[in-house]
């Protein structure tokens, strides 16, 4: 059984900084892409940034300049370092990653973890 575990998020002030990380475990032959989604309030899920097996990256226009994504293929592990937070980045973020596990390629998800600006 592969699982996805978040963990950071919280409570920042506009303009502050918060990192998210993910780490994937279980029975898995190889990760390729990876990423950030994530859900307001009364909004659909909407990706934040992907990145790709050989680091290769994607961002929302919303993001650019301020949120990075990075991820250790050693550890499992993808990170979103998100500065110049903004109170309409307020959301759950959700982890995403394309897995390999018993010869199949699925797309699994995080629990969430909740993310909150204040102005």
């Known amino acids: 059984q592969v699982q996805l575990v978040e963990s950071g998020g919280g409570l920042v002030q506009a303009g502050g900084s918060l990192g998210l990380s993910c780490a994937a475990s279980g029975s898995i032959f190889s990760i390729d892409a990876m990423g950030w989604y994530r859900q307001a309030p009364g909004k659909q899920r909407e990706s934040v940034a992907v990145?790709?097996?050989?680091?290769?990256?994607n961002y929302a226009d919303s993001v650019k300049g301020r949120f990075t994504i990075s991820r250790d293929n050693a550890k499992n592990t993808v990170y979103l370092q998100m500065n110049s937070l903004k109170p309409e980045d307020t959301a759950v973020y959700y982890c995403?990653?394309?897995?390999?596990?018993?010869?199949?390629?699925?797309?699994?998800w995080g629990q969430g973890t909740q993310v909150t600006v204040s102005s």
């Open positions: 995403n990653a394309h897995i390999v596990a018993g010869l199949r390629l699925n797309n699994y």
């Open positions: 990145i790709g097996a050989g680091g290769s990256t």
